[in-house]
């Protein structure tokens, strides 16, 4: 097997107040070597600060795998998209998806309106670009949550982010100018889904697409007038009550049909959007069990913290066959170059 180079983008500075997430890239570094020199795998760690520093890098770079751990750059999100464009024009091979996809799912909005073109159910809302008005009359009346269009990692997301329209339409008005002064990109305004929240894991190995024993998140814990969601303070701030009280549930307690309806679901996000090797699909219950998709994550965060290593040990599949499963179809796509 070829060595590998583990990339991974650079993140800011301690008072950055989104660093907890953008630092949390090292715990996904850290397992992934880890675990190559657990497989006997040679590999390198390599941080990139931008798009022209990781093509000034790879000219000198002997690695034909990369295993892709860039999740965004300091200073331009969408930009990280690129990565494996880059890589493939270096004629080397990465792991997770292609560039195409990355983009697509990066804008929640958009990959919302591919999935509902192909019959599968998304909540309904707006968007608002960087610099456009929030208008309430695009809005149905009902409960909406508030989102940075093209972020992760819950970034932007709090306890307030949930609103009733049209009753809190100033409310909703302010959090949407404050999302676009700070984000610099647009916002998404979408129906706000309840009940439940799922997060469905998929691995590509051996040829074959798995999704992974689902979970469920616990808002048990949670009063009866505090929003269920799982904000920023509920996956980096470690003594929030949001942090301490969201544990995750694997397998979820969901019966058979509605079990098989969210993998099939989750099977069909995948191949809407083109995935490979490794993706997670979030999705929500209304209150007649009704799943709808928020979100769909290529390259989601795979430290043993997160939720697709819990999948992989209620699936049984240790954490190292997870990388060698995907650095093998890595190794596989680079014998595509040369045919």
Same mark, same amino acid.
């Given at each position: 097997?070829?060595?590998?180079?583990?990339?991974?983008?650079?993140?800011? $500075?301690?008072?950055?107040?989104? @660093? #907890?997430?953008?630092?949390?890239?090292? /715990?996904?570094?850290?397992?992934?070597?880890?675990?190559?020199?657990?497989?006997?795998?040679?590999?390198?760690?390599?941080?990139?600060?931008?798009?022209?520093?990781?093509?000034?890098?790879?000219? /000198?770079?002997?690695?034909?795998?990369?295993?892709?751990?860039?999740?965004?750059?300091?200073?331009? =999100?969408?930009?990280?998209?690129?990565?494996?464009?880059?890589? #493939?024009?270096?004629?080397?091979?990465?792991?997770?998806?292609?560039?195409?996809?990355?983009?697509?799912? #990066?804008?929640?909005?958009?990959? +919302?309106?591919?999935?509902?073109?192909?019959?599968?159910?998304?909540? *309904?809302?707006?968007?608002?670009?960087?610099?456009?008005?929030?208008?309430?009359?695009?809005?149905?009346?009902?409960?909406?949550?508030?989102?940075?269009?093209?972020?992760?990692?819950?970034?932007?997301?709090?306890?307030?982010?949930?609103?009733?329209?049209?009753?809190?339409?100033? &409310? %909703?008005?302010?959090?949407?100018?404050?999302?676009?002064?700070?984000?610099?990109?647009?916002?998404?305004?979408?129906?706000? =889904?309840?009940?439940?929240?799922?997060?469905?894991?998929?691995?590509?190995?051996?040829?074959?697409?798995?999704?992974?024993?689902?979970?469920?998140?616990?808002?048990?814990?949670? $009063?009866?007038?505090?929003?269920?969601?799982?904000? @920023?303070?509920? +996956?980096?701030? &470690?003594?929030?009550?949001?942090?301490?009280?969201?544990?995750?549930?694997?397998? %979820?307690?969901?019966?058979?049909?509605?079990?098989?309806?969210?993998?099939?679901?989750?099977?069909?996000?995948?191949?809407?959007?083109?995935?490979? /090797? @490794?993706?997670?699909?979030?999705?929500?219950?209304?209150?007649?069990?009704?799943?709808?998709?928020?979100?769909?994550?290529?390259?989601? /965060?795979?430290?043993?913290?997160?939720?697709?290593?819990?999948?992989?040990? *209620? *699936?049984?599949?240790?954490?190292?066959?997870?990388?060698?499963?995907?650095?093998?179809?890595?190794?596989?796509?680079?014998?595509?170059?040369?045919?």
């Amino acid at each position: 097997m070829n060595d590998v180079l583990i990339l991974h983008n650079t993140f800011g $500075p301690a008072d950055d107040p989104l @660093y #907890q997430s953008r630092a949390a890239v090292m /715990d996904q570094v850290n397992i992934v070597e880890q675990s190559c020199k657990k497989l006997g795998i040679k590999c390198s760690i390599l941080p990139v600060e931008n798009i022209m520093h990781l093509m000034n890098l790879l000219g /000198d770079r002997k690695e034909k795998i990369i295993f892709n751990l860039v999740e965004e750059f300091v200073g331009n =999100i969408e930009q990280a998209c690129f990565v494996p464009l880059i890589c #493939q024009a270096f004629n080397k091979s990465f792991t997770g998806s292609k560039t195409g996809v990355l983009i697509t799912a #990066q804008n929640k909005f958009h990959t +919302k309106a591919l999935l509902s073109a192909n019959g599968i159910s998304c909540p *309904a809302g707006a968007v608002f670009q960087a610099k456009e008005k929030f208008n309430p009359n695009m809005l149905k009346k009902g409960k909406y949550i508030i989102k940075p269009a093209l972020s992760d990692a819950s970034e932007g997301i709090t306890g307030d982010s949930v609103v009733q329209m049209p009753a809190e339409r100033d &409310k %909703a008005k302010t959090i949407v100018r404050q999302l676009q002064q700070k984000f610099k990109q647009p916002v998404v305004v979408e129906q706000f =889904i309840s009940a439940r929240e799922l997060n469905v894991s998929v691995l590509e190995k051996n040829g074959k697409v798995d999704v992974l024993p689902i979970a469920e998140i616990d808002f048990s814990a949670f $009063p009866k007038d505090f929003p269920k969601i799982v904000d @920023y303070s509920a +996956k980096w701030e &470690k003594d929030s009550f949001a942090y301490n009280n969201t544990p995750r549930k694997i397998p %979820a307690d969901l019966d058979i049909k509605l079990s098989r309806e969210v993998e099939k679901l989750a099977a069909a996000a995948w191949n809407t959007l083109g995935c490979q /090797d @490794y993706a997670r699909v979030d999705f929500r219950l209304d209150e007649d069990d009704k799943p709808y998709i928020i979100e769909v994550n290529p390259n989601p /965060d795979i430290s043993v913290d997160a939720g697709f290593a819990a999948a992989l040990e *209620a *699936a049984g599949i240790p954490y190292e066959l997870f990388v060698f499963a995907i650095i093998e179809n890595a190794e596989k796509r680079l014998k595509g170059f040369s045919k």
